[in-house]
């Protein structure tokens, strides 16, 4: 078996050239996949887009009524100050989640080892009731219900590596103990006020039967490869140790990287690299191997395209990346991530 590469020509069509989530983005990453010779070593699949059904998993019917009017739209609208849609952008939504649950389907029906959603628009921010950040529907969400209602999936572990809080992701599971949310995000801006969106702090752990079922990863600017590796193996790892999931998901966002023109984090490519191959060899050795990464943000599109293919790599793998930018080099040292590591352990009893 190998990797499952989901991927549709028709992501392109949503688009607004002047915003950061544009359709210049997918473009890096198919080349980058193609230049590399990596898109013909995995087997590659053009979506069909998801049904009424499957949006209602995670969506609710008055927010599906909305989208399904955007079409009779005769030019681009902003459902809030981030969020765009033009006459076709529902449809390539519906494309967009069609290629995580094709990613799922595949890995799950023992069609392929394990899956790459390189998809747009992305999904992470998306609520149950409306659009926000960027992102239209829910698209590792409706994954991640299609794993347990089509397949019998009784236990998903979702892991959020984008520099901004999945916070539409956890609140589709806010209250379900058989999804584990597990999200690290940058927690405040260069200026001290709240970061892009606002959530996901340290106690917000669910509520009803899914309190302890989310873990959220506040983080000062300036961390990465040390303390986003330190993170994985101290909390992330034992987290999903205890919590024995039968599919792993992974939200993957580039924002995170040192040169993204959106945020404060420092991770470089091979640390990106680093957290994939952990997250690859936990699901490895907790389900069998079946781990689906989905693209997120990302938006200096060098270091998106490069990131992407180096999953890609260490998926088909590949014990070599590619990583031209390197590490930061102003000569900055991580803020010390062990008193939030030492937080995140006895408040989840991970210790």
């Known amino acids: 078996m190998t990797t499952l590469y989901a991927t549709h020509p028709r992501y392109t069509e949503h688009n607004l050239e002047s915003h950061p989530e544009h359709a210049g983005r997918i473009r890096a990453i198919w080349r980058a996949l193609d230049d590399a010779g990596l898109?013909?070593?995995m087997q590659r699949i053009q979506p069909e887009p998801i049904s009424d059904e499957q949006i209602l998993y995670v969506h609710t019917p008055d927010y599906l009524n909305l989208l399904r009017k955007s079409a009779s739209l005769t030019h681009t609208v902003r459902f809030d100050p981030d969020t765009y849609c033009n006459p076709i952008s529902f449809e390539i939504a519906c494309l967009s989640a069609g290629g995580v649950v094709a990613a799922v389907d595949a890995v799950l029906r023992g069609q392929a080892a394990n899956g790459l959603a390189a998809v747009r628009p992305?999904?992470?921010?998306?609520?149950?009731?409306?659009?926000?950040g960027f992102c239209l529907l829910g698209n590792i969400a409706i994954g991640a219900r299609q794993a347990q209602?089509?397949?019998?999936?009784?236990?998903?572990?979702?892991?959020?590596?984008?520099?901004?809080?999945?916070?539409?992701?956890?609140?589709?599971?806010?209250?379900?103990?058989?999804?584990?949310?597990?999200?690290?995000?940058?927690?405040?801006?260069?200026?001290?006020t709240p970061f892009y969106p606002g959530t996901g702090a340290i106690g917000d752990t669910g509520v009803d039967r899914g309190v302890g079922a989310t873990i959220n990863i506040p983080l000062l600017p300036g961390h990465g490869d040390a303390s986003y590796a330190a993170l994985l193996e101290q909390v992330i790892a034992p987290a999903a140790r205890r919590f024995q999931p039968q599919m792993?998901?992974?939200?993957?966002?580039?924002?995170?990287?040192?040169?993204d023109p959106l945020a404060g984090m420092r991770l470089s490519l091979a640390g990106y690299a680093q957290l994939t191959r952990g997250l690859k060899e936990l699901a490895q050795a907790l389900c069998g191997g079946r781990i689906v990464f989905v693209v997120e943000g990302g938006y200096n599109l060098d270091?998106?395209?490069?990131?992407?293919?180096?999953?890609?790599?260490?998926?088909?793998?590949?014990?070599d990346i590619d990583d031209p930018i390197g590490p930061p080099d102003d000569g900055l040292r991580e803020p010390d991530v062990q008193p939030l590591i030492a937080r995140l352990q006895s408040l989840h009893k991970l210790a």
């Open 149 to 192: 209602r089509v397949h019998g999936i009784e236990r998903v572990l979702i892991v959020d590596i984008d520099v901004h809080h999945g916070n539409g992701t956890e609140a589709m599971f806010y209250d379900d103990p058989s999804v584990l949310f597990i999200s690290t995000h940058q927690s405040v801006s260069a200026f001290g």
């Open 122 to 132: 992305p999904g992470h921010h998306a609520v149950p009731g409306r659009a926000m």
């Open 248 to 259: 792993m998901l992974v939200s993957v966002g580039f924002d995170a990287h040192w040169v």
């Open 303 to 319: 270091a998106l395209s490069h990131g992407v293919a180096n999953i890609a790599r260490i998926l088909l793998g590949d014990s």
């Open 39 to 41: 898109s013909a070593r």
